[in-house]
């Protein structure tokens, strides 16, 4: 009796994501939560992160989207991510590798580096704002 021959992985069961770090491609599984990235072997968080109340970290990385909810407020030191949303309170410094979305209500404090950035009416925004197209890799100031 033969064993059935392995089956590659869907192409529905991959997707590929840009390392935090380095910004370059990783295929890997839907499935995944954290990974070595296979250029620069640094740890990747893939998950999405909702906050809906207050948080202090030193830092908070994630190739996820961020959501900071109306009644959440962060305080770090760095927030690097692949999407950010802010509808509350985050004072950080922020690395965006993605689109970055402050509802009318938010307030940020500090400097961000995004690759774009859409702010609502209200907001309110403190701090130095380096936006670039997404090509660019996106280094967090030191």
């Known amino acids: 009796m033969t064993s059935p021959p392995l089956k590659s ?84 410094q922020i690395v965006c590798r993605g689109p970055m979305l402050v509802g009318p209500e938010a307030e940020v404090k500090g400097d961000v580096t995004a690759a774009s950035l859409a702010v609502g009416a209200g907001a309110t925004l403190e701090g130095q704002y380096r936006i670039g197209p997404r090509g660019e890799p996106v280094e967090p100031p030191s």
Do not use: F, M
């Not at 009644?71 to 690097?80: F, I, N, R, T």
């Open 9 to 92: 992985p869907l192409p529905d069961d991959r997707q590929t994501i840009i390392c935090l770090y380095c910004a370059k491609p990783n295929e890997i599984s839907r499935k995944a939560v954290t990974i070595n990235c296979r250029h620069c072997n640094k740890l990747l968080r893939i998950e999405d992160l909702v906050i809906k109340q207050y948080q202090a970290r030193r830092t908070i990385d994630t190739t996820g989207i961020i959501t900071v909810e109306k009644k959440g407020h962060v305080v770090a030191d760095l927030v690097h991510c692949g999407g950010l949303v802010i509808r509350g309170k985050l004072k950080a």
